[in-house]
Structure formats: C-alpha cells, structure tokens
C-alpha cells in the first residue's frame, strides 16, 4: 500500500511538471513570465552551488521552528488555564478574539516599528499566525474530557498532575497534533511575510530580491524551498502523530 501510495505521488509530481513544461512550449512563454521546469532546475543548481540558496533557508528554518515552539508552548499553557478556568476564560477571550481579527500582515508593519531586531521580530510573526488555531484546539480538548473518567479519577483520589497524564492529555492529544500540522505550515506562512516587511536575509528577501530583478526562476526556486520546508514539517508532525497514538489503534 505504501509503496502503491509513493508511486502515485511520483507519477502525479511527474504529470505535473510535463503539463508544466508543455504548456510553456505551447505559449512560448519568456523566461521572466513563465519559466521551464529545466530552467528552474538550472537556476536551483545554481543557487545550491554558490551557497545563497542554503543560507537563506537556514534562515527561515530557524525562523519557522523558533515561532512553532514559542507560538505552540504559549498557546498550549494559555488553552489550558482558559480550559481550566470560565472567569478567565470571560476575561481573556475577548483580547484574543481581538487580536486573531486583525491581519498578520497589518500588524507586521507595526511589529517593523516596535522591534528592531528582523530575526526575533520573524519570530514574533510567525507564532502569532499559528497561535490561535492551536490556542483553540487545546481548549477543546481539554474540554472534551468525559466528566465520568474525571470523577473517577477524584475518586481515585488523583493528584493534578496524574489526572493531566493519564486523563487529559490522551483525550487532547489527537486535537492537539491536528492543529500542530496547521500550525507547522501556518510558520512557514508567518516567516515569509515577517521577512516580507523588514529583512535582508531569509527566503522572503529572496522572493523580493528575485521579483524587483524579474529573476522568475530564482522566485520559483525559493517558491518551491518553501514547500519542501512546509511539506517536511508536515511529515514530522504526522510521524509524531503515528508514533504518539499508537495506543488508539490497537483499542
């Protein structure tokens, strides 16, 4: 089945790039409107060998992970007090309904104002477009716990701690892995548009850089980086998800 599974894949990426490829030959497109797959793989060789390629997608890495995991333990410790407490829940939700109306990328002008710092400040982007989806998947986790398993647990005279081991965190588990594959690829979008708005490093520069030179070639190539970073971090995820709930498919 796996191996049926990667053939597909193969063949579908293999459909696609000849469909690619003729429909450039058949408009007889220009290289900075349209270009070929070969010229993409040119320019990528390119870019790999001189090294640019390797040193601004180091950068959005680092950028991308550091926002997943300050935008993931934020979001996971504030889900679980509002989870655990309707007072500031009432309070809290409010600012943060708030804060998720506005647009990432109106804030990133300001973001640019109040930090000065292009790395950190990426950072900072980043983990508030993924912040809300797992903030919300968190609390509906936590919430989802059977109130009988909870009064067993009372009457097992459980301690805080053992309840969210052994309780908690099982029933959250698989509502929290989901929205961490939304938010893995949510990083990827908030480090693109923090190095949008103020930064002469990472893969973002490089689609500026490579869009003001009509460089189309060079644009797909960090266009298609960010997909390989995106579709990796997915897969890591959805192994962490195989691995962690491994004890839901043997029930």
Do not use: C
Request: charged content about 10%; aromatic content about 10%; proline content about 5%.
């Amino acid at each position: 089945m796996r191996l049926a599974r990667a053939a597909l894949g193969a063949a579908s990426v293999a459909l696609f790039l000849f469909l690619w490829d003729a429909l450039v030959r058949w408009q007889d497109y220009p290289t900075f409107i349209l270009p070929s797959p070969a010229d993409v793989a040119e320019r990528f060789l390119v870019t790999l060998a001189d090294g640019s390629l390797w040193r601004h997608a180091s950068i959005t890495l680092t950028e991308i992970l550091a926002g997943l995991l300050l935008g993931v333990i934020v979001a996971t410790l504030l889900g679980y007090l509002l989870a655990k407490s309707p007072l500031l829940d009432q309070l809290v939700s409010p600012y943060i309904v708030a804060l998720q109306s506005f647009p990432v990328v109106a804030l990133a002008p300001l973001l640019v104002i109040w930090i000065h710092n292009a790395l950190f400040r990426t950072i900072i982007i980043a983990a508030l477009v993924l912040f809300f989806p797992v903030l919300v998947t968190t609390i509906v986790g936590l919430r989802s716990v059977e109130p009988e398993l909870a009064a067993v647990m009372r009457s097992l005279q459980a301690t805080r701690w053992q309840t969210f081991i052994k309780l908690e965190v099982p029933f959250a588990l698989p509502v929290f892995l989901g929205a961490l594959k939304i938010g893995a690829t949510l990083a990827v979008i908030g480090a693109v548009i923090g190095e949008f708005v103020g930064s002469d490093r990472g893969l973002g520069f490089l689609i500026n850089l490579a869009q003001g030179m009509l460089d189309t070639p060079l644009l797909f190539v960090a266009l298609f980086t960010l997909v390989f970073i995106a579709l990796g971090l997915y897969g890591l995820v959805s192994l962490l998800e195989y691995r962690l709930l491994a004890w839901k498919r043997a029930e």
